[in-house]
């Protein structure tokens, strides 16, 4: 039993600094803010987290075990660029773990987490027709992942995020082809559609449409973006 305090108070839990850090280039990763073939640095991203170079370096090392970043000679890192094979097996693997997530957190959402989701998928369609590629992309994290969290395996949670940590540098290429007109990108995102299946707690309906909105977004960047052959073959290939 823990000692009791004067004012009968429990200690409040505080995320470590480089755990901050590590969150927030997590975020960035996944939310499309880096692109792929971009050079960090440490300073750099010190400079603007207003941090010291530490914790950034060693979020660097937590990311690039996971593939997230590749390392670089001079001791920066290297958002990496991936080949449009590993792109399209990416994509296959989020549709299975990304497909089952939701069907899982249709069974398991309240009314409480079903205004959030709903929220967020207004905001997704607000920022697709205000033509902001960047906030569309935040928002597009935030709608999914709303959903995600409720699936009830932290594990597959895990894989998701690691995989989208890949994958999100090159979400930017979305919009290619809606230059003049980002709405029209609404014509191959069906979240309205997910929202209504999860409403209806129809888990199978659900999957079927998240699977849609991963694999039209998919092919449409398969379509428009330019893929070179990364410079390294090895392991980040």
């Known amino acids: ?129 205000k033509g902001d590629i960047d906030d569309y992309l935040r928002k597009n994290h935030d709608f999914k992942f709303s959903i995600y969290r409720h699936c009830g395996n932290e594990q597959m949670i895990f894989l998701i995020e690691t995989v989208w940590m890949q994958v999100g540098p090159f979400l930017r290429n979305l919009a290619m082809g809606f230059e003049d007109d980002l709405a029209s990108i609404l014509d191959i995102d069906y979240h309205e559609e997910i929202v209504a299946a999860i409403e209806a707690q129809d888990g199978e309906r659900a999957r079927a449409a998240i699977v849609r909105d991963i694999d039209e977004g998919a092919t449409h960047i398969l379509q428009q973006a330019r893929f070179p052959e990364p410079r390294n073959q090895g392991a980040y290939s």
Do not use: W
């Open 1 to 129: 039993m823990a000692d009791k305090t004067q004012f009968g108070l429990t200690a409040v839990n505080t995320v470590p600094l480089h755990e901050k850090v590590y969150l927030e280039l997590v975020r960035a990763l996944m939310s499309g803010q880096f692109l792929p073939g971009q050079k960090l640095t440490s300073r750099k991203l010190a400079k603007e987290l207003g941090t010291s170079d530490m914790p950034v370096r060693s979020a660097f090392m937590r990311l690039q075990a996971l593939r997230a970043l590749s390392p670089m000679p001079n001791g920066s890192v290297e958002v990496p660029v991936i080949s449009a094979e590993r792109f399209s097996q990416l994509t296959a693997v989020r549709t299975i773990l990304e497909g089952s997530a939701t069907e899982f957190a249709t069974k398991l959402i309240n009314g409480n987490n079903l205004r959030t989701i709903r929220r967020h998928c207004t905001d997704l369609t607000l920022a697709a027709r």
